[in-house]
Structure formats: structure tokens, C-alpha cells
């Protein structure tokens, strides 16, 4: 399994990325993924999720830091996970990483925990100057 993030780069407060995550390797159409973000000093954090529930429904999640603000959408044609960030921050400078598992779990909120993914890419930097 192999995931590649992209998209990352510098932008104004303000601005919009949206970062890509192209997978291999995986039942992707089953696959559960996420966004993960990491700044320095910091542990790594949540930031959303699109889940697997049956069929062709799929369930988001976002943290609070960016409900409202960005949303993550997939491509089971292409095998990828997008994650669009509008109004970005200076608080949203980090190294983001997109994750995936093919685990089910009982409640959406486990989907938040970086703990319940089994694999990961490696990260796309993204940093907004102020």
C-alpha cells in the first residue's frame, strides 16, 4: 500500500489549497482515510476524514479547527482523497499527512484517532505567512 500527498506549498492568510492523495495498493472504493497535520513542537492532529460506511456512502468528519473552512471529497476512480482548504490561517502552517485503513469501527469519532490507521504517506508541507 502507498499513499503520496501533494498539493502543499506557501500561501497568504486567506487563501485555498487543495491537496491531493493518490493511493495504491488498496480496496480504495472500501478504504477509510485521513488528514492529519503535524507543526513543529506539536503532536499530530486531526483534521478530517471521509469513512467507508456500505455501498457508496461515505461519511465526513472535521475537526474544529477547520469545519466550515475546508472539505475533503474522494475519487474512487482515481484511487485519491482531496482535502480543499479555503480561508486558510498562519495556525494552519504543518506538514500534512493522509492516512488510510480498511478497519471498520463502530463510531465515526474513532476515525479521528491517527492510531486507527494502518497506513501512511508522507506528508505535503503547507505553510500560510500572515
Known amino acids: 500500500v502507498q499513499l503520496q500527498a501533494s498539493g502543499g506549498g506557501l500561501v497568504q492568510a486567506g487563501g485555498s489549497l487543495r491537496l491531493s492523495c493518490a493511493t495504491s495498493g488498496l480496496t480504495f472504493s472500501r478504504a477509510s482515510l485521513g488528514w492529519f497535520r503535524q507543526a513543529p513542537g506539536k503532536e499530530r492532529e486531526f483534521v478530517a476524514t471521509i469513512r467507508w460506511n456500505s455501498g457508496s456512502t461515505y461519511y465526513a468528519g472535521y475537526a474544529d479547527s477547520v469545519e466550515g473552512r475546508s472539505t475533503i471529497s474522494r475519487d474512487n476512480a482515481k484511487n485519491t482523497v482531496y482535502l480543499q482548504m479555503n480561508k486558510l490561517k498562519p495556525e494552519d502552517t504543518a506538514l500534512y499527512y493522509c492516512?488510510?485503513?480498511?478497519?471498520?469501527?463502530?463510531?465515526?469519532?474513532?476515525?479521528?484517532?491517527?492510531?486507527?490507521?494502518?497506513?501512511w504517506g508522507q506528508g505535503t508541507q503547507v505553510t500560510v505567512s500572515s
Open positions: 492516512a488510510s485503513t480498511a478497519r471498520r469501527y463502530s463510531g465515526g469519532s474513532y476515525y479521528y484517532d491517527a492510531d486507527r490507521y494502518d497506513y
